[in-house]
């Protein structure tokens, strides 16, 4: 693991303390704009348009799950009309305790600065406790923006639970275990949401024409599928406007409709709000009333899928919309439906279709297959972002990503994992061919992904928030008894379907931590196999090589030390480029970077080495576009070092020197001027890591112009080495990257060499290069292998 050094170890003797000096951490280098997240202040008219706009993003899933809830729940028919009551108060109470209590006013405000979902909770633990499985974090990450973090107290007992969960490895694992499952799961919804969604919606073909074939209804199912998922690369940024004005009109229809049955059948489904009801139906049913609860549970799906699909929607206009208009509606369509089965029990099947009055039935029939649509985009949409953010935490293999809007950094297209989500769901939908057993399945996968996120949540009340304990346990105490009720529901029904989302998730959960396991051992093997930086000193500045015109850029997974892969490199060939760039791409659990505080930039040793490092910071939501300009940016940022460092040289004795810094002894922060605009935009800390003789405090303006007229004394010294870093670049670059080749030992157990010779070396053959997502041209690329074994 890389530890954070200062120096004041003397007992490891003089070399140690050497190569401290020359090679630090990169305390310097990460620039602060503190500018913690904040919910903004809204003037209500934007208030109300944004959570006019959440209506298509978050709700489409929850709000079409009248469609199939109630067929779910009587799959072998209603026996008694007061079981109708019973189930509806359950829905109320079950859409009451978990969307709105438990996901909008709790969960929602757990948001990793706007982002939802899975990761983004583990994002949050990793941020307060040392809990991430590849040790690749530095205390100048904190530094950053988008790291917004809160001081835990000493004696605290969320201090006592950081300790706890930082006390062994073990524990770490299994909280990545946990994530995973809940990612698993969260994959297979994206699969499930679909399949029933549309199957339902088409399904309403048959109410006007009887005489159809539920082999006709599953062909125009598959047809809409396929259609829904060859359009993805087009992305949702040229339709989306279409979806909130969509899904208002389809919770408007609903609730009016319920209105209507309501009037017209029995207003006195109305006694359901009583909870007394749900007694009375598990008495008058008992172990049916009990497994039914997995139907009932197909309401409150599409909550996950809220959170989720957060986006940047601020959580108070999720919480207007839902108890505005998603939360009202529903409760009115279920009691509508209700309404209309209390005279009509025969029909439980297709409820839904059944009780739209005659004529609006056709119109309905439109918008509910248009509404299963946007419900299966959303699921989709937050498969594709859940699959990116596995990827940048080192949990997924490297897929094609491909950014499909200019204006919205979300929305992304994985193409192998769309085409692999529309076999399974094609196959999920044809081969099961009715509701109840996708339903089945669907809920084993939602309630799964509910406890993990309860527990997740747990962590976050006791780390992040810091809730009394009392309050804590209120909470868990509540989620875990309604979620682990239902979950004991849908047990019974593993054989009647809910064992595919347990099958898709095992295999996604053994892809995900072989390649992770795999993973985590590359990182430990380049940290334990770096070179000293003794050695390298005492090559000399031609590294007893010969150093030809250019640079080479060497790719490394190391913030610190010099990798493996370059003793390798220069003691098999003859030469090496005249400036030697150590570039360390690495993933922060933040959402996103800003542009301006990606890389840092320091030198390594003196200066006739020309020997650089650059370390490029990203977050699980920031993507590698083509047209990024990667390497431009890192030789911007590179050039940049290097005339501050001759501006500052002229008026200090320091000889070292550090891009977007800052530093214990003594920095000096001044503003740059952005040429494009003219204005003094950026901020820059210009550190001396050595200060023997330090000059008083002055202005920023006072610092640019003595470094102006201090410039007089060393433009030259500027002007020779940008002169020379701009005649190599223009001889050429070289982009040297490790292609390291994982085995297991002789002496490992079968499965482990199943499972790294040939799972995990199978994943790295199909996944993406480095040298492809860098858009590293092929005659410029030079990969080193070597092998190790594990």
């Given amino acids: 693991m890389e530890v954070d050094t200062n120096g004041e170890d003397e007992s490891k003797g003089g070399m140690w303390a050497l190569e401290q000096k020359i090679d630090q951490p990169m305390d310097e280098e990460a620039g602060s704009l503190k500018n913690m997240y904040r919910e903004k202040k809204f003037s209500t008219i934007l208030l109300l348009r944004l959570a006019f706009q959440s209506l298509g993003v978050v709700y489409g899933d929850l709000g079409t799950s009248p469609l199939y809830v109630f067929y779910n729940t009587f799959p072998k028919g209603i026996d008694d009309t007061e079981d109708v009551v019973g189930a509806l108060s359950l829905i109320i109470y079950s859409l009451t305790l978990v969307p709105l209590i438990k996901y909008v006013f709790i969960v929602c405000r757990a948001n990793d600065n706007g982002q939802g979902g899975t990761f983004a909770l583990y994002s949050l633990l990793c941020r307060h406790a040392t809990v991430n499985t590849i040790p690749n974090q530095h205390k100048t990450d904190e530094e950053l923006t988008t790291y917004s973090r809160s001081t835990i107290r000493e004696k605290s007992f969320a201090a006592k639970t950081k300790r706890w969960l930082e006390g062994h490895a073990l524990k770490k694992n299994a909280l990545l275990l946990l994530v995973l499952v809940g990612t698993c799961m969260a994959i297979g919804d994206g699969i499930l949401t679909p399949a029933i969604s549309v199957l339902s919606a088409s399904g309403g073909i048959k109410i006007d024409h009887p005489g159809i074939s539920s082999d006709v209804v599953i062909l125009v199912a598959v047809v809409i599928l396929v259609g829904l998922f060859s359009l993805q690369h087009y992305g949702v940024d040229k339709v989306g406007w279409l979806f909130a004005p969509l899904v208002l009109l389809w919770f408007l229809l609903i609730g009016g409709i319920g209105i209507f049955n309501i009037l017209k059948y029995d207003s006195g489904v109305l006694r359901a709000f009583s909870p007394v009801y749900i007694f009375r139906y598990f008495k008058r049913r008992g172990k049916n009333g009990w497994i039914s609860l997995g139907g009932i549970m197909l309401s409150i799906t599409g909550t996950e899928a809220l959170f989720a699909d957060l986006a940047h929607f601020p959580v108070s206009t999720i919480q207007l919309a839902f108890t505005v208009v998603v939360f009202p509606c529903l409760l009115l369509a279920y009691s509508g439906q209700a309404a209309y089965l209390m005279f009509n029990k025969e029909h439980v099947s297709d409820a839904f279709y059944r009780s739209i009055p005659d004529g609006v039935y056709w119109p309905m029939f439109v918008i509910a297959t248009l509404a299963a649509i946007v419900a299966s985009q959303a699921t989709i949409s937050a498969t594709f972002s859940i699959i990116k953010q596995a990827n940048a935490l080192g949990c997924f293999p490297r897929v094609k990503v491909i950014h499909t809007s200019s204006k919205f950094l979300g929305q992304i297209y994985v193409p192998d994992i769309n085409w692999i989500l529309m076999v399974l769901c094609i196959v999920v939908t044809a081969g099961f061919k009715n509701q109840s057993q996708i339903g089945n399945a669907y809920g084993t996968a939602v309630v799964i992904v509910m406890l993990v996120t309860t527990f997740l949540m747990i962590l976050i009340m006791l780390l992040v928030w810091r809730c009394h304990w009392i309050l804590v346990l209120i909470f868990a105490a509540l989620s875990l008894i309604v979620e682990c009720t239902y979950f004991s529901a849908v047990l019974f029904k593993i054989d009647q379907g809910g064992w595919v989302p347990l099958v898709i998730a095992a295999v996604f959960l053994f892809i995900m931590y072989i390649w992770h396991y795999g993973t985590v051992k590359r990182y430990e093997f380049e940290m334990h196999s770096k070179i000293s930086m003794a050695w390298i000193l005492g090559l000399g500045p031609s590294l007893g090589l010969v150093r030809v015109p250019g640079i080479g850029l060497v790719y490394t997974e190391l913030a610190s030390g010099v990798p493996h892969i370059f003793s390798h490199f220069i003691t098999n060939l003859p030469a090496i480029h005249s400036v030697v760039v150590f570039v360390c791409v690495k993933y922060l659990p933040v959402y996103t970077v800003p542009e301006e505080e990606r890389f840092l930039v320091k030198r390594i040793g003196p200066k006739n080495f020309h020997m650089f490092r650059c370390v490029a910071r990203y977050g699980y939501k920031d993507l590698h576009k083509k047209d990024d300009g990667f390497e431009k ?147 410029s690329l030079l990969n080193v292998g070597q092998v190790f074994y594990v």
Avoid at 684 to 711: E, F, Q, R
Avoid at 756 to 769: N, T, W
């Fill in 633 to 779: 940016k890192l030789f911007d940022n590179l050039f940049m070092f290097v005339r501050l460092e001759s501006m500052m040289e002229g008026g200090s004795d320091s000889d070292e020197y550090s891009l977007y810094g800052q530093q214990t002894r003594c920095s000096r922060d001044f503003f740059l001027p952005d040429t494009t605009n003219n204005t003094f935009s950026s901020v820059v800390d210009l550190t001396v890591s050595s200060c023997d003789s330090i000059v008083p405090a002055k202005s920023p303006l006072t610092v640019i112009n003595s470094g102006m007229s201090s410039g007089q004394v060393s433009s030259h010294t500027e002007v020779d080495e940008m002169e020379f870093l701009t005649s190599c670049r223009d001889a050429g670059v070289v982009h040297i990257m490790g292609n390291t080749v994982v085995r297991a030992r002789r002496d490992s157990a079968l499965y482990k060499k199943f499972s790294i010779d040939y799972v995990y070396a199978f994943l790295r053959k199909i996944c993406r290069e480095h040298s492809v997502i860098f858009n590293v041209p092929h005659e």
